[in-house]
């Protein structure tokens, strides 16, 4: 098996990394995706465990302002089974929100995406 020396635009700096057939790589492959796959099964049934816990009954009444005023959470729901909550971080003193709180919740006003809420929850 040979070996060939990273340079320093690779991740692994001046570390030797193996060069080997294309049979050999296939085979290395086919062992990593083996591997891959029970990943993707174990992260699936950790997510199934998720969703399976049970439910809080909330039994304090929450207020929010929204924007007909002051809602209750059940409000907030107008009807729909689901609800998005999302965690937008705004600091004492910021004139904007986070960037990345920005970023998703523009995503979150797509057409494509209130489409898919809207048809499918």
């Known amino acids: 098996m040979k ?4 340079t320093s635009k690779d991740t692994n700096r001046g570390s030797k990394h193996p060069v ?16 891959e796959k029970a990943h ?15 439910w809080e009954k909330i039994g304090k009444s929450y207020e929010f302002e929204g924007p007909q005023g002051r809602e ?5 729901f107008d009807g729909r089974s689901q609800l998005i909550v999302y965690h ?10 986070c960037p990345g709180c ?10 494509t995406c209130i489409l898919h809420i809207t048809m499918y929850h």
């Not at 209750?72 to 907030?76: A, F, G, N, P």
């Not at 937008?88 to 929100?97: A, H, I, L, T």
């Open 72 to 76: 209750t959470l059940s409000d907030l």
């Open 3 to 6: 070996t060939i020396e990273t």
């Open 88 to 97: 937008f971080m705004f600091g004492p003193g910021w004139g904007e929100g």
């Open 40 to 54: 993707t099964w174990r992260q699936d049934a950790l997510s199934a465990d998720r969703r399976n816990l049970p």
């Open 20 to 35: 080997v057939s294309r049979d050999e790589w296939i085979l290395a492959r086919k062992k990593l995706l083996e591997k």
């Open 102 to 111: 920005s970023s998703s919740l523009i995503i979150l006003t797509e057409p």
